[in-house]
């Protein structure tokens, strides 16, 4: 599970004062992440190059924005494993050929947080990756829904910021996969070589066509379930749905953090949320 990060102090939890803090300029790492139990709590940053001398000068690169940031909870620096990552390609001509990895992983020692603190910010980091992940695929008014959830700073109103996810949830084409029974309703869109496409219902027939036009289109998704725990706030219950065994499927692939990419065409096709 993990949420990109941009240029701006981010909030898992404005209301208990957990936020992604930014330290100094620059270009912030590239994401935060987690294990889908909801520990290990990563900041990583990875970098490429061609440089004939090795990945030393990435690597310092990449250590220098991991460092750019820290997971604070009520002012408290949260303790969190610092990755990066640098690779110097190898080239079959005009190159070196020996292709080289560094990897930098400390561990960088907070201070204690209270446990309804860790779990507002593991949930905090679900909520923005369920949010980034659907809202291209057509679901703007669910993914502005779990943003508030994050960015509401009164308990008071917190209840119908709450009551509004929900009901945007309800309300949300739900998306089944026939033939298979390997996974439930899932919320998101069908992807294409093209794009996503959201502005129209796509009826299996509609998906056939598309693979027949080599368009390769997926659907991508969250499961509908695990999107009602994170706005409900219950930690036990996404553990329990994250961890839990997959029944394997020839074709779905699941992300292990509640998602799942689903081929399309040649008789494979999603009912009811395209």
Known sequence: MFAHLGSQTIDLDRRRKVKIKRLSRGDLPDWIACASDLSSLTVAEAKGCHDPGGPAKALTRAWAQAGRIDVTAQGRKVTVKRIAIATR???AVAGPANAHLSVKDP?????????????ALFIGMLRLHIANLIRPLGHAELAGALYRLTQQPFARRLQGDLDLARATLDAAPVGEV???AAMGGLVGGI??????VTDADVTPGDQESLARLNLRPVFVGVERELIRAAIDADPQAVRTRLTQ????DDFARPDRAGGWIVPLGEGRHIIGGA
Not at 191 to 196: E, K, Y
Not at 245 to 248: D, H, I, L, N
């Open 245 to 248: 065994s997959v029944r394997p």
């Open 107 to 119: 561990l960088d020692e907070g201070e204690p947080i209270e446990p309804h603190e860790k779990d």
């Open 89 to 91: 390609w190898g080239m």
């Open 178 to 180: 026939d033939k298979t």
């Open 191 to 196: 992807v294409t070589r093209a794009g996503p």
